[in-house]
């Protein structure tokens, strides 16, 4: 361990987005010390593109939205997969952790009395989501920010984790590189909190930024930590089909929250058609009640109309928008038409300016006065590393997750708005739980010299190697594997072709080659992104092969139905020696209570 | 397929630095940052530049196109003549690391020295109550992505070596989205005098003008600033009444004599 002096800190957290800095903030009041990492500069991270805003029952727009109402649809959007513990939790303490926003500095839009506004969103009864335009997640990150960096933590900026340690098998400490100039980097800490978000880089087309590798799951992974749910990932129904540079890229769900309006080729308003018949009585029977809506929801005002269809769950909709396109009744470029342009252009600008930035200076399109072209686009990972719903405490002594990179809160898919909430919610519980492990334990745990000694030879090889694989081929590959094999439909065959591309593209990372220097060096970095990405592929692909039947985001073509035996389990990750075990395991039952509040729909 | 010519300035150091020619295939719609990245993906494995979001919202990808302080996500390659050649470059008002990126960790040292948010620890419910109309002014300056473009063409910053004495654009900034919140106490106007250097700024707009979020700089968040300075420090009313009350402002306990 001659090489690197690690840096010491109670508690060590991975990843600065809205989960990372909140439990930055939460430890630090704990009176822990804390110690920051990101491999990007801080107020970066993927929570400054989240958009609609943050789902709460604050209850300000609709009196009659509770705590008890919010943990119904998100139960019944995730299909009942949630963990009920942790939806229950988020219910109760989402509304706590805006207010608490707010008293940080956050300056959301308002209501006609001066108070935070909501608006809706897909599968919530209520207008729920507090909002800034569609810029939620930037005052997000920039309030959390700000609160974090005034109470003295200490932040490691664009630093990459690559290995995490262990001693007498608890998390003590992580190993990796600073981004600038490439030297190594140790920490070790009495608690570790992974905090990196999602893994949309395993799909081609997806709405995630560059950081989302799947980096923290990977790493919980190695450490012997189980991941659960991995087979549910989101694919937002409305991403950007074209220019070709920007397909993927996020139009928010706040265009239809606004009333935007979804129709095919031949100008069908197709999603009266696609939806589920036990949710039908929630949705306008006609365009007319579907427009009183809007009109309401313009004015201010509360209606009786019912909302739109457009405003079924994301799962349901993305699942129509790629039947629509694959039926012959798609746009031009392979989307279907989302139109908002009837509204009067004043409030388009208003309520959606970033929106109309984004058309306006990337495709040519004036959403004010043309529908957006748009088609389905990855967006989430419902799962992720298996937690205990109070504490982010994962099966790892040591090891917390919280934000994307834990599962469990959204089962089989997630709702919008619910994302901003859970980074809160359980960012500050994860803080909290990691500053008390930290203070239970008496001494720093020692760094193993071999540990470190073995994750810097391991980083040092592609440089060193003569010859070997391109990083950037195997990962355009895996990429294409992933999204023609394991994306919205899936079937066994298919899983079984990528798993056998999965495991040739893991023996040729294996022997990757990069050229030139250590410092800030974007193939260098991909190698060890690309390792992880491997392991969240596989996981991915594993976990969909074992759910023999459709549920939320995971939709098998040869297992069409919902199948009641697969209705109380979850499926299972974990590493078993070299190879990677999957099996199922009883879901987290509901209590009496929550099944009646559930019941009550 | 078309193809696009590309200079990019390569190196680890200014003097040492290289224009390098790449010729990249383009599609329609293509952007700056694409054709980086196919550089990366077919040319230049280890081409160095910060990026995140490919979506103009987190500022991470700020450069320099064609001399201009430009996102590299949100510069189309058809905004410039079909067949010439486009040159990108670092931003130049900050230390090289590598290829196009910069070490911007000065921006960060100088938002820590800003007095956070400070409100009334026991405002009733009530007072946390606004009309839409009355925080739009604040909202767009929070609507800043901290891409550090206007730090970088700000001539103040760029071309004299004022790092210790000028805040530059996006702090201020930032400093009057504290001061004109609704519900802040805090008063930043000693250290925008002194420490933030308020009155190096000599009004020439171009912040606002590089600004991708549009936000009006200069005449929204600067000018207002360096008009409650110019109120509290240089009216000759005040500056009487400090005379006789020993220091203190209209509204405060006189200074303690000494």
Known sequence: MAEVEPRSHDVLIIGAGGAGLRAAIAASEAGASVGLVCKSLLGKAHTVMAEGGIAAALAHVAERDSWQVHFRDTMVGGKLLNDPRMAEIHAREAPQRVRELERWGAVFDRTRDGRILQRPFGGHTHPRLAHVGDRTGLEMIRTLQDRAVATGIAVYQECTITHLTTTDGRVSGAIGYWRADGRPAAFQAKAVVLATGGIGRIYEVTSNSWEYSGDGHALAYLAGAELIDMEFVQFHPTGMVWPPGVRGLLVTEAVRGEGGILRNRLGERFMWKYLPDARRHEYAETDDEAMRWVEALTEGRQTDARQPPELSTRDNVSRAIYTEVKEGRGSPHGGVFLDISYLPPDRVRRKLPSMYDQFTELADVDITRVPMEVGPTQHYMMGGVRVQAETGATTRPGLYAAGEVAGGMHGANRLGGNSLSDLLVFGQRAGVAAARAAGALRAMPALSASQVDDALAELEEPLVRGAGDDPYRIHQELKATMQSLVGIYRTENDLDAALASIAELRRRSEGVRVDGPRAFNPGWDLVFELRNMLIVAEAVTLSARMRTESRGAHSRLDHVLSDPAWEHLNVVICPDGLAMRVEGTPAVALTDDQRTLVNKG | ?258
């Open chain 2, 1 to 258: 397929m078309a193809e696009t010519i590309l200079w990019v300035l390569r190196g680890s150091d200014r003097e040492s630095a290289r224009w390098i020619e790449y010729r990249v295939e383009t599609e329609e719609g293509m952007v700056v940052l694409d054709a980086l990245h196919w550089i990366q993906a077919n040319l230049a494995p280890d081409l160095a530049v910060r990026w995140n979001c490919k979506a103009a919202k987190c500022g991470s990808c700020s450069a320099e196109v064609n001399g201009r302080p430009r996102l590299l996500c949100k510069t189309r390659l058809s905004d410039f003549p079909e067949g010439e050649a486009i040159t990108v470059e670092p931003m130049r008002a900050f230390p090289l690391v590598r290829d196009l990126v910069t070490d911007v960790s000065w921006n960060y040292q100088v938002n820590a020295r800003i007095a956070p948010f400070a409100p009334p620890a026991d405002a009733p419910e009530e007072a946390w109550r606004w009309q839409q109309e009355d925080i739009e002014r604040i909202q767009e300056f929070r609507r800043c992505i901290e891409c550090f473009l206007c730090q970088d063409v700000c001539h103040v910053l760029r071309n004299h070596e004022t790092e210790n004495e000028f805040a530059g654009p996006r702090y201020l900034v930032r400093v009057a989205g504290l001061e004109m919140h609704p519900m802040d106490q805090g008063d930043r106007l000693a250290y925008l005098r002194t420490d933030a250097g308020a009155g190096y700024c000599n009004i020439t707009k171009c912040c606002t003008e590089v600004c991708p979020e549009h936000i009006r700089i200069t005449d929204n968040a600067i000018i207002p600033l360096k008009e409650r300075i110019a109120d509290r420090y240089y009216d000759p009313i005040r500056i009487a009444w400090r005379k006789l009350r020993g220091g203190s402002e209209p509204g405060e306990p006189p200074a303690p004599a000494s």
